[in-house]
């Protein structure tokens, strides 16, 4: 376990080296995770102590978020200046790109499925 | 009364109170999630966040005090993310043969996010520099803030819209996908990961590991398309 532990570490650590020596717009956890896929594909299955490590961390993965969530608190004036436009311009916006996707992933793969 | 004013002084100094706090609250807010029968409104960061938020401006404490103690849990979220490969390699099998919709669905949703982020912005009065830390909001915090910096938005103001914006995409995102009859789990994960990245993954895979894996292929592809497209968009802006 922890033998993997260090794995996702130095794969965040190669991430982020690649990231600042390329000057790559990506963050270097998104880099790793690339990286990590490309091992598994290499290497053709995933050993049961990483899946049991990955599953541990991604099961919260929503507590991951809460202290950068708290960062809101030093905003709090600017948004209740602004709350209206923002709060309509947020969630339209979301709620916008959320139906598009969906909807286009639909369509493109009902096409697909009736090819095969 | 010294005494426990001492206590305190000492406690508010550790790391160690803020990080027991914040397993609390969110331990607290997931409680709440479960016996609400996983209502969507009650999502755990948003109850947690609002929980922590409300302690931390009562007992008068700043952010960077809260963070020396909350930054543990914090750091995890670089390993949580390299290891979405592991649910995603899972996929695998599929993704060869989707590479070209999901492509497609990605590129026309990510467009969709940025562009109505900018119409809706400029149309109800925004100021310029709100509306530039607005654009990228659907990307994953350090590329949304990256990109904020280099079209002249504020970056940590970025910072906090895109949490709202996971938020909004974690309460609503599962619900507003069963009303347009969505019943595919990996493309509900990727339309959620792509509007509304890493926050709405975690919902993601509550829903499913399949939907999980597909809204973290979602958020790491549109960190790479938005870091291109929002300046792209606003050079092409230029001409007209």
Not at chain 2, 127 to 146: C, D, F, N, R
Not at chain 2, 158 to 168: E, M, P, Q, R
Request: glycine share 10%.
């Amino acid at each position: 376990m922890i033998g993997f532990l260090a794995l996702l570490l130095s794969l965040q650590l190669v991430g982020e080296i690649i990231v600042r020596a390329l000057g790559l717009p990506l963050p270097g956890p998104v880099v790793g995770m690339l990286l990590l896929f490309m091992g598994l594909v290499i290497r053709g299955q995933t050993p049961k102590e990483l899946n049991q490590l990955a599953t541990g961390l991604l099961q919260h993965l929503s507590l991951l978020f809460v202290p950068a969530g708290v960062g809101v608190m030093s905003y709090l004036a600017v948004i209740k200046t602004h709350w209206a436009p923002l709060l309509i311009t947020i969630v339209g916006s979301t709620l916008l790109a959320i139906v598009v996707t969906a909807l286009t992933l639909r369509l493109l793969t009902r096409k697909t499925l009736d090819h095969d | 009364m010294t005494d426990l004013f001492e206590v305190w002084v000492y406690l508010a100094e550790q790391p160690l109170l803020w990080l027991t706090v914040t397993l609390i609250s969110y331990v607290l807010a997931h409680a709440l999630f479960r016996y609400s029968g996983e209502f969507a409104l009650l999502n755990p960061v948003l109850v947690a966040v609002t929980l922590l938020v409300a302690v931390l401006l009562l007992t008068e404490t700043t952010y960077s005090q809260y963070f020396a103690g909350a930054q543990f849990v914090h750091f995890l979220l670089g390993p949580a993310t390299v290891a979405l490969a592991v649910p995603l390699y899972a996929q695998a099998h599929q993704l060869r043969r989707l590479w070209l919709p999901l492509g497609v669905a990605l590129t026309v949703g990510a467009l969709s996010a940025i562009i109505s982020a900018f119409l809706l912005g400029v149309g109800l009065g925004l100021e310029h520099e709100m509306v530039m830390s607005l654009l990228s909001k659907s990307a994953t915090t350090p590329v949304a803030m990256g990109v904020a910096e280099r079209v002249g938005g504020i970056p940590p103001l970025t910072a906090v819209f895109v949490i709202l914006t996971g938020i909004t995409g974690a309460i609503a995102g599962l619900p507003l996908l069963k009303l347009i009859g969505e019943r595919d789990a990996g493309t509900k994960g990727f339309a959620m990961g792509v509007a509304s990245h890493g926050i709405a993954t975690a919902t993601a895979f509550q829903h499913s590991d399949r939907a999980g894996a597909y809204a973290g292929l979602g958020m790491g592809l549109n960190a790479a398309l938005t870091a291109i497209l929002v300046p792209t968009l606003l050079w092409l802006l230029t001409f007209f």
